[in-house]
Each structure stands twice: as C-alpha cells, then as structure tokens.
C-alpha cells in the first residue's frame, strides 16, 4: 500500500487527499487550518506538516502561492524546512499553482538533500478534484515522473511531462494566459455583434465554424442564454473564478518579467481582469463574466 503525506487540504487539496484514500493509499493529512484535517475521511490525521511527511513513500503539497511552497521545503529564519528532515526516499509532488522560479528553486534544495520533486499544477479546477479527473502538468526529471504516476492516476486522468524542473507551471501559466485572451477576445466580438443588432446565439453559430471558433466560444460561450450548463448560463456562478484568473495572469506577468518576454495580450487581459473586479465586484464569478464589463446591462 502506498503511503502518502498530504499538505494544504482546501478546496482542491481536501478531495484530492479523499481520492487517495478510496484509491487504496494509506493518507497522512495536515492543514493549518485544523477543521480541514478532520475533514478527510479514512486519513490520520497530524498535528504539523513535519509528522505528515514522516515515513511515507510520497508527499504532496497543494498550497496557495509559491512564497507558501518555499516556506514548507525550504523554510525560513528560525523554522527549519521540510527538507531537512525528509527522507530521500520520499518523492515530492506539489501540485500548487506557483512561479516557475519559486519550482526551480524548491526542487534544486530538494535535488540537494537527494530529494526528488516535480511541480505537479492541475488543471480541472474543484469538479476535476472531486471526481478524480484532474489534468497534471508535470516538471521534473523524467525517472521522478515515471514515479508518480500511480498516485497521479488516482487523482486525474491526463498526465503530461511537459520538461524539467518548473515546466509544468510554464506550461500550465500559459494555457491560462491563453484562455484569458481567448475569452476577453470572444466577449468583446460577441458584444460587438449584439451592439449591431445580432443575436448573441446566431453570431456564435457562425463565429464557431469560422475563423474565430475557439475554446471559449465553442464550449463556455460567456453570453448569456446562448449555451445550457455554462456559468454564464447561471450567473457566473460555479465554474473557475476571477480571482484565479487574476492570480494565473500574475504569474504569466512575473514569468515574462523574469525572461524579458513581451507579454502585451496578457498584460491587457491581466488589466481587463482587474478592472472588471473592482467595477463588477467580480471575484467570486466564473471568469467568463468579463462579458459584463464590454456589456454592463447584462449585470441586470
Ligand atoms: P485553498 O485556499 O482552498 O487551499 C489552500 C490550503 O492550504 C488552505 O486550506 C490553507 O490553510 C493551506 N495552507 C497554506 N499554507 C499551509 C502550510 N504551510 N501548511 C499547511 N497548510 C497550508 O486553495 P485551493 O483552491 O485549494 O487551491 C490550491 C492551489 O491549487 C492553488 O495554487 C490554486 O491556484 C491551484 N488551483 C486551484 C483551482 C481551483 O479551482 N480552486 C484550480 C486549479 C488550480
């Protein structure tokens, strides 16, 4: 039986860990929230991460942002990392969204203490997590991969090895940056459209058979009433939120900043993103409610 160690049991992290348990792993669990570690049925429970990451045979991590995965590996001042008292042994996947740098930079400390991790980001978002469909876009060294696999099996279905250490968040980073193009791109021609008398449904139509079919458009149309079971369907509620949205383009910011890329689509779609939060108080949304900001009156 395999046994895992499991960090940051949120809304992703809490039924990834349920997942391994039906999947036949013996799960050790920690949070620093308390209420989430009791939460996850059929693990043990621990009172700190450390204990978690004692004699077990993989560890993942699903942390908020990169200044979180550096201080759990690595540690800070006083408080001493994982790192330093896990056994080689042990692989380390962490499945968080986070900067390449922050990746790079944990997995070389971890390659030092003869530690091996991969950067693990998900996509999928809470229904992939729950129902074990999640996509894995994976960094790290190819034996490191192979390794993973049974585990990342139980909680997903597609697995990419997309290279070395950080790969997996570069790639992951741009898909999203992508997507956000993408969908400011198609509710901005959608709004066009119906400014000049179309039918939001009939443009569709056409636009998805056309040149301009994409992603967004074809299967999470952000127009209202054009398309059954989409946020935009049920007032952007459900689905991936604004506010990741915002956190995924400022990585896509801090990434271009560190290799001197010019980034100026996503720069604008990071800029529309944030207006339309402040504006539409729109955090909290599915993202495809960017509509609202080239359509205010469909706020209603
Ligand atoms: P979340 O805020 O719900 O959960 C994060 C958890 O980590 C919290 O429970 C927090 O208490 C815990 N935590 C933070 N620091 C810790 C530490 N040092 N030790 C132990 N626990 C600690 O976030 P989430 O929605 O589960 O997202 C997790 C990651 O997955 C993020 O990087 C996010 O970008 C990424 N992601 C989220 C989604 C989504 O739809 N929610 C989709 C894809 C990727």
Known sequence: MTRVGFVGLGNMGGPMAANLV??????KVFDLLPELINGVAGASGCASAAEAAQDVDVFVSMLPAGRHVRGLYVGDGDNPGLLSIMSPDTL???CSTIDPDSARAVAEAAAAQGIAMIDAPVSGGTAGAQNGTLTF??????AAFERAQAVLNIMGGNIFHAGGAGAGQVAKICNNMMLAILMTGTAEALSLGVDNGLDPAVLSEIMKVSSGGNWALNVYNPYPGVMPDVPSSRGYEGGFLVDLM????GLALQTAQSTESAIPMGSLAQNLYEVHRQVNDAGRLDFSSIQWLFKPELKG
Request: charged share 30%; glycine share 22%.
């Open 92 to 94: 380390i996947i962490d």
């Open 22 to 27: 039906s999947g036949g792993c013996e799960v």
């Open 246 to 249: 915002r956190k995924d383009l």
């Open 137 to 142: 876009i994976v960094g790290g060294e190819p």
